[in-house]
T-cell receptor, first 111, second 114 residues
Framework: QQPVQSPQAVILREGEDAVINCSSS?????VHWYRQKHGEAPVFLMI?????EQMRHEKISASFNEKKQQSSLYLTASQLSYSGTYFC????????????FGAGTTVTVRA | DSGVTQTPKHLITATGQRVTLRCSPR?????VYWYQQSLDQGLQFLIQ???????AKGNILERFSAQQFPDLHSELNLSSLELGDSALYFC?????????????FGPGTRLTVT
């Protein structure tokens, strides 16, 4: 099942913060975050494994709440380079080697 | 540059035709994943190969097939093409067969079916 991302889009000014959520209807084993800039390939940001750990990539961090079956990506003090579409990919504990990606959240950071 | 190469970059073909997309993984990576990205469907997992063997199948149509060769490059074959197959096709590679590893995406092949 495809995870649900929210919001669909967000517009920020440089320096502002934003949160992107990724929710699943089933228990998760891991959550992966990727960023895709327009016309480019997705680029890996981080993986969160079951256990509630937080990860960080530059000023972007994420958390994984197993009970809520949800992950959140935090864009802190956003920079122009943060613009792009953020995808979460989820993996279930069945270990079937598949990632299901959400529809994406488009982030636009303006000067 | 992720180190993953895909050819061709663009492909325009007619309905009913067959095409082959090619992917060379990063040096040392054993896994290749294929994804389809269209405007209304997002990023859809198609199939994974690990060291020459099929490891996982996603929403891949029966008209589509893939293989991974001994030199680890992979090909995705799309046949009896329909207008709805127009999309960006990405391959990604990773060092392991496990999905708990970073995937490195290639630049993609944009397929247009007319």
């Amino acid at each position: 099942q495809q995870p649900v991302q929210s919001p669909q889009a967000v517009i920020l000014r440089e320096g502002e913060d934003a949160v992107i959520n990724c929710s699943s209807s089933k228990a998760l084993y891991s959550v992966h975050w990727y960023r895709q800039k327009h016309g480019e390939a997705p680029v890996f940001l981080m993986i969160l494994l079951k256990g509630g750990e937080q990860m960080r990539h530059e000023k972007i961090s994420a958390s994984f709440n197993e009970k809520k079956q949800q992950s959140s990506l935090y864009l802190t003090a956003s920079q122009l380079s943060y613009s792009g579409t953020y995808f979460c990919g989820t993996e279930f504990p069945t270990n079937d080697y598949k990632l299901s990606f959400g529809a994406g959240t488009t982030v636009t950071v303006r000067a | 540059d992720s180190g993953v190469t895909q050819t061709p970059k663009h492909l325009i073909t007619a309905t009913g035709q067959r095409v082959t997309l090619r992917c060379s993984p990063r040096s040392g990576d054993l896994s290749v994943y294929w994804y389809q990205q269209s405007l209304d469907q997002g990023l859809q997992f198609l199939i994974q190969y690990y060291n020459g063997e099929e490891r996982a199948k996603g929403n891949i149509l029966e008209r589509f097939s893939a293989q991974q060769f001994p030199d680890l490059h992979s090909e995705l074959n799309l046949s009896s093409l329909e207008l709805g197959d127009s999309a960006l096709y990405f391959c990604a590679s990773s060092p392991s067969g496990q999905t708990t590893y970073e995937q490195y995406f290639g630049p993609g092949t944009r397929l247009t079916v007319t």
